[in-house]
């Protein structure tokens, strides 16, 4: 069965600081990875996703990951935070043979101006 | 293009009662999810749909059951509600190897 942990309940950065979410998973064959935002009282936005091919991906709002299978990681990243990047951060994972989508506990993202 | 719609959207029951979510999505997609959110847990899988006349069991199925007659609708059904299941309901679909597009959650109640 997959799994994911995101190991960080809450993450601060500094405006204008890179930010870097954690991720790492489990799964018995090849994985998809995605990463969602939510903002308050709102439903999950899709940022972000893994299928194959290169292993930094890119997403909206100037978000991307890193794919890396040796270390079973997909760790969300910006290169400068925005203080409207503060949300809850879910990472996400499917295994290429199953329907089942499983997220993690959620990562509470504050950026401090 | 309304995307994934679910109703109601708020529902205070009493335990025991019994209730009906529904989820409609107008992007003819073949897959349909339910997750449950709660503080501290995340978001965790009830049941699924890969499409229409099918349902499978996810991480927290106990307490629930679901349908899906049109491949436009998944409904949650809870028989006899309980305070465990006090939570923020979420319906999501999505196309064959593509990312889940979520409804605006349904806020429930149990006391």
């Known amino acids: 069965a997959q799994s994911v942990a995101q190991p960080e309940d809450q993450v601060n950065v500094a405006e204008g600081n890179p930010l870097t979410v954690k991720c790492t998973y489990s799964?018995?064959?090849?994985?998809?990875l995605f990463w969602y935002v939510q903002y308050p009282n709102r439903g999950l936005q899709f940022l972000l996703k893994y299928i194959t091919g290169d292993n930094l991906v890119k997403g909206s709002y100037g978000f991307e990951a890193e794919f890396n299978k040796s270390q079973t990681s997909f760790h969300l990243k910006k290169p400068s935070a925005l203080v409207s990047d503060s949300a809850l951060y879910f990472c996400?994972?499917?295994?290429?043979?199953?329907?089942?989508?499983?997220f993690g506990k959620g990562t509470r993202l504050h950026i401090l101006p | 293009n309304a995307g994934v719609t679910q109703t109601p959207k708020f529902r205070v029951l009493k335990t025991g009662q019994s209730m009906t979510l529904l989820c409609a999505q107008d992007?003819?997609?073949?897959?349909m999810y339910w997750y449950r959110q709660d503080p501290g847990m995340g978001l965790r899988l009830i049941h699924y749909?890969?499409?229409?006349?099918?349902?499978a069991k996810g991480e927290v199925p106990d307490g629930y059951n679901v349908s899906r007659l049109k491949k436009q609708n998944f409904l949650l059904g809870l028989e006899s509600a309980a305070p465990s299941q006090t939570s923020v309901y979420f319906c999501?679909?999505?196309?064959?190897?593509?990312?889940?597009?979520f409804g605006e959650g349904s806020r429930l109640t149990v006391l």
């Open positions: 999501a679909s999505r196309y064959y190897g593509g990312e889940l597009f």
């Open positions: 799964v018995s064959g090849n994985p998809y």
């Open positions: 992007m003819n997609h073949e897959y």
């Open positions: 749909s890969v499409g229409e006349g099918t349902t």
């Open positions: 996400a994972v499917r295994d290429i043979r199953d329907d089942k989508i499983i």
